[in-house]
């Protein structure tokens, strides 16, 4: 079937602590995101990715990086700097102007 | 002034009331325009895309307004299962997908 896969579905980390969140899509799209969602609030953009090997700062990269190395796959290294990670982390794609498919969601949860 | 604006709500509806939500955006070039429903605890779905000419599925009802830089959604005849967070997202150009913060929808028996 196709479709956008993230995983792991929760993670907890140690603060100091790098994780890298895995998002892979089959579904053939140039486009992938990752967006943050806190509690009661709306998705806010990490990164985004139009094409293979480049990617672009959303309004919240600090803290994060990203890499395109494959179509398929866009993974988020939530880093010791992201002060405040708690949160609950979405990987889409879409194609050219189009609607973009989500994953499941990765929560992520400092212990 | 943020890329795109929701009221947040709630918006507290009985069974069977029309509601109406909008969403406005900042920048004029924006491309493409959709309306997404999101859960609790769960990934935004796509509930329909947005054109010039307005769309409609069923109940929903979708228009654009690009003079005064607005999109709607209107739900006709509530159901119980309609309660959800509505998210207005906005292709602000170069493939960026800016999501509004949403606006809750309660609806009662």
């Known amino acids: 079937d196709g479709g956008i896969t993230q995983s792991p579905k929760y993670l907890f980390r140690k603060e100091g602590q790098n994780v890298t969140l895995s998002c892979e899509q089959n579904l053939n799209h140039d486009a992938m995101y990752w967006y943050r969602q806190d509690p009661g609030q709306g998705l806010r953009l990490i990164y985004y990715?139009?094409?293979?090997?480049?990617?672009q700062k959303g309004d919240i990269a600090e803290g994060y990086s990203v890499s395109r190395e494959k179509k398929e796959s866009f993974p988020l290294t939530v880093t010791s700097a992201q002060k405040n990670p708690t949160a609950f982390y979405l990987c889409?794609?879409?194609?050219?102007?189009?609607?973009?498919?989500f994953g499941q969601g990765t929560r992520l949860t400092v212990v | 002034r943020k890329e795109v604006e929701q009221d947040p709500g709630p918006f507290n509806v009985p069974e069977g009331a029309t509601v109406a939500f909008n969403c406005t955006y900042s920048?004029?070039?924006?491309?493409?325009f959709f309306w997404y429903r999101q859960d609790c605890r769960k990934e935004p779905k796509l509930l329909m895309s947005?054109?010039?000419s307005g769309n409609e599925d069923g109940r929903f009802t979708a228009q654009l307004n690009r003079a005064s830089q607005y999109i709607s959604l209107l739900i006709r005849d509530s159901k119980l299962s309609d309660s959800a967070t509505y998210l207005c997202v906005v292709n602000v150009g170069f493939q960026k997908l800016v999501f509004g913060t949403g606006t809750r929808l309660l609806v009662s028996p």
């Open positions: 947005v054109y010039s």
């Open positions: 990715s139009q094409i293979v090997n480049d990617f």
């Open positions: 889409a794609s879409s194609i050219s102007n189009t609607e973009a498919f």
């Open positions: 920048n004029s070039a924006s491309q493409s």
